[in-house]
């Protein structure tokens, strides 16, 4: 956290998506990422956690660019019932927890540990332009409301049909740029 | 180091310092002193750490002492804490904060609640002495523990396996006390279940390449016991020989004392149109009963579940038939109707399950109901699915047979998109007939389907053909498309049909 306050930050800014150069990696920042809403949101209310996967895939160009380099992460979100807070761990050999956060905090955090070395962007890292794409994909699929006597209508056919996957329902897909890392 | 340090402290420590215990001094007892353990005070604020060296020497309070734990929580967010408060010689109190990293700590990085202490377990949805004692005392066996959530999911699984039929689920709420929380686990028990299941829904939305459009759309309103379902019908004529719009009102109530009693009533209004070759056959054929150009229909029914897989049902069938082509004459078909259904379900394992459903049912009219056309329409039908993984194999047959004059409606039809698929049944047989037979063959894989449907309606005394047809298509529960062959016709043109059933 300190590294990326002290860092000069090189910003470019393109819809909700921003990146910036903290120290020697590129961390991104954003908004209206929309995970903790809905059914993850009360899935969390009710005590229960959810795995999120993400990844930040570096583009050369948009939207279907050679990938130039690309991060995942899983997350575990939860939603402390005492203190109304959300609590986030990052999975993996060295896990990272933080608590008391508001939702948006909670998803925001999420995207600044998914950093890349600056080094791996090679050559786009001094003067080439760039595409991000964050991807999210909730892993722990929270049930179906609890109405098991309901019945089959015209909109749950609806719903089955534009619903893709069950567990791609709740996935999602950023896409900005393009971004330039100044000197 | 920090684990076991953690699972310590939350053995031997309430995580909410509020949480009134005899061994632990009351409010208002002096703090002999105050300490942090588990960090280094210096990764603190300067205030923070102030605040705490403060408590020493005044009267305990426990809002006071809670209101700094939270603070070392908001200011480091990796940590949680939890308070203890020891009583020391002379009437004094001992303030301990004792700090834990939730990175260190499996149970807290996958559920933040884990650090909070069960205070009690709670079923919903079934009594609880419906669940095998070894399963109570396991979940009883949480209380007063740490939240472990594999352990919970554990459980729900476990008492899924022991009750299936019920879906389980679990939360958590917060307790009575500051700390501490309540584990729900909830049934709700699925439709599958229930001694009598609702109607089926003939929803659908059908093309017929050679027949046109159909679309039959039900609502169903209502939740366990009772329900409405408002039906609309346009220009159905995927079902019967008539082709019908208009309106349907079904009620339905399964809790009549028991739930293995059930009652229904069901009313229609439904304007009628027919097609050129069923008015053409009527004229040549005046045995058949007169079309109409409106139906009114009433039908109250009582079901009994004799078990949980044999349903037995009485009542009676109302219809005012309003005259085509002498409108406003009004015929009335009336009769009694009897029905006898089984269905039944395997489900080997998770992968591999069996559906199997029989059913007879007869229509006839009888003296009393008023009906002006004496007839008795028999129909037996047996259906059987097997599924495993993405292989499906549906087998599927009836068979019936009508004796006197029975009204159009109630007459046997095959060409449609679900019979006899590739035939048309407005050249098949354009007024049904009062005999039928079929049965059908499907394969899917992954929704691709190939099928093998035979069959022949014809009217008692006349000469009969086998009819077969043939094709391939997607099919799913709800949706198909599907490319026909009719097998031994004189041409051999393709029938597409396309839809939803829902």
């Known amino acids: 956290m300190a590294l990326a306050c002290a860092a000069a930050p090189a910003i470019a800014d393109a819809q909700s998506l921003t990146v910036r150069a903290a120290g020697d990696m590129l961390q991104v920042r954003g908004t209206g990422l929309r995970l903790i809403e809905g059914v993850v949101a009360e899935h969390l209310k009710d005590g229960r956690s959810v795995r999120v996967d993400f ?37 993996g050999a060295t896990p990272r927890s933080i608590s008391h956060l508001a939702a948006r905090d909670a998803e925001a955090w999420c995207l600044e540990n998914l950093s890349l070395p600056l080094a791996a962007l090679g050559r ?4 080439l332009p760039f595409w991000v794409r964050v991807e999210y994909r909730v892993q722990d699929e929270p049930p179906p409301a609890a109405d098991t006597d309901s019945p089959f209508t015209l909109r749950t056919l609806i719903e089955a049909l534009s619903r893709r996957r069950a567990d791609e329902a709740l996935a999602r897909t950023f896409e900005a740029g393009p971004f330039r890392i100044g000197n | 180091m920090r684990t076991l340090f953690l699972i310590l402290l939350c053995l031997l420590v309430s995580p909410a310092p509020a949480r009134a215990q005899d061994t632990e001094p009351p409010d208002g007892t002096r703090v002999e002193s105050a300490e942090i353990s588990g960090i280094s005070g210096n990764e603190l604020s300067p205030g923070l750490r102030h605040d705490i060296d403060g408590l020493a020497g005044r009267p305990l309070a426990r809002p006071e002492v809670t209101q700094l734990a939270r603070r070392i929580e908001e ?16 009437d004094e109190a001992r303030v301990i904060f004792l700090v834990a990293r939730i990175s260190d700590d499996a149970g807290l990085g996958s559920n933040i609640n884990a650090r909070y202490t069960v205070e009690s377990v709670e079923i919903e949805g079934l009594k609880e002495h419906e669940i095998s004692a070894a399963l109570r005392d396991r979940l009883q066996a949480l209380v007063g523990t740490r939240l472990d959530p594999a352990a919970a999911d554990q459980l729900v699984e476990d008492l899924k396996a022991e009750r299936p039929g019920y879906d389980v689920t679990r939360r958590i709420e917060r307790g009575t006390r500051r700390g501490q929380i309540r584990v729900v686990f909830k049934f709700s028990e699925t439709e599958a279940l229930r001694w009598i299941p609702f109607a089926k829904s003939r929803s659908k939305f059908v093309y017929h390449s050679d027949e046109g459009w159909s679309g039959l759309h039900d609502i169903p309103i209502g939740r366990r016991d009772h329900r409405v379902t408002v039906g609309f019908a346009v220009d159905d004529n995927d079902t019967l020989v008539e082709e019908y719009s208009g309106v349907r009102l079904r009620f339905e109530t399964r809790d009549i004392g028991t739930e293995r009693v059930a009652a229904s009533l069901e009313a229609s209004w ?10 053409a056959a009527l004229e040549a054929n005046p045995l058949v009963p007169d079309p109409y150009r409106q139906r009114i229909t ?22 005012s038939l309003e005259s085509l082509h002498q409108s406003p004459d009004e015929q009335m078909a009336s009769a009694v109707t009897a029905s006898l259904a089984y269905s039944q379900r395997w489900d080997r394992d998770k992968h591999t399950q069996q559906t199997a459903e029989a059913g007879y049912e007869v229509r006839t009219s009888a003296d009393g109901l008023g009906s002006d056309l004496e007839y008795t329409r028999h129909l037996g039908r047996a259906r059987y699915e097997f599924t495993n993984r993405h292989n499906t194999i549906i087998a599927e047959a009836f068979g019936g ?26 050249e098949l047989a354009p007024i049904g007939g009062n005999r039928v037979f079929h049965q059908s063959l499907e394969y899917r894989f992954h929704g691709a389907a190939l099928f093998l449907d035979t069959g022949s309606v014809w009217d008692d005394g006349a000469s009969h053909k086998l009819r077969a047809s043939t094709g391939f298509g997607f099919h799913t529960e709800h949706v198909f498309l599907t490319v026909a062959f009719p097998l031994n ?4 043109d393709a029938a597409f049909m396309m839809g939803v059933r829902f």
């Open chain 1, 55 to 91: 990844e930040m895939t570096i583009l050369d160009k948009a939207p279907q660019g050679a990938a130039i380099t690309r991060n995942r992460q899983s997350f575990i979100l939860s939603f402390d019932l005492w203190e109304q807070r959300y609590a986030v761990t990052r999975a």
């Open chain 1, 124 to 127: 786009f890292a001094r003067d």
């Open chain 2, 75 to 90: 200011e480091q967010p990796d940590v949680v804490v939890a308070v203890r408060i020891v009583a020391r010689p002379a």
């Open chain 2, 270 to 279: 439904l304007n009628n149109t027919w097609r050129a070759p069923t008015l």
């Open chain 2, 298 to 319: 009433v039908e109250p029914s009582l079901t009994v579940a004799l078990t949980r897989h044999v349903r037995a049902s009485g009542g009676v069938s109302l219809s």
């Open chain 2, 401 to 426: 047979g009508i004796t006197g004059q029975a009204p159009l409606f109630e007459r046997f039809t095959l060409g449609d998109s679900a019979t006899l698929r590739g035939w048309n049944k407005f």
């Open chain 2, 489 to 492: 016709a004189p041409g051999t």
